[in-house]
């Protein structure tokens, strides 16, 4: 039953990937690939908050270090693109995947 990607992707991620029949489990190496998103989404949202913050230090006077604010949004700018980015690959994916006939 097909219930969404991120339940789908949660799927795959604990149990490891695909693996041949009667061969024992993997054991996982490193971060897994939810851990590894969790903490993508996590910086993004850091960046965004570190670049809203040196926004409001401008406009309050507390800062007039322009170019480190230009800086912080250009950050958080391209660190958003890229999730969107990633986003829009692995919903591809997920339709490929979808749509494969068994």
Known sequence: MITGPD???????????PRSIGAPPAQ???ASFSDVLKNSIDEVSRLQQDASQAVQDLATGKT???NGVMTAMEKS?????????????????YDEVKNISV
């Open 77 to 93: 700018e391209m660190a958003f693109k890229t999730l969107l980015a990633i986003r829009a690959k692995l919903m591809d994916a």
């Open 64 to 66: 007039e270090n322009l």
């Open 7 to 17: 339940s789908n992707l949660a799927r795959i991620a604990t149990s490891g990937g």
């Open 28 to 30: 996982p190496e490193g």
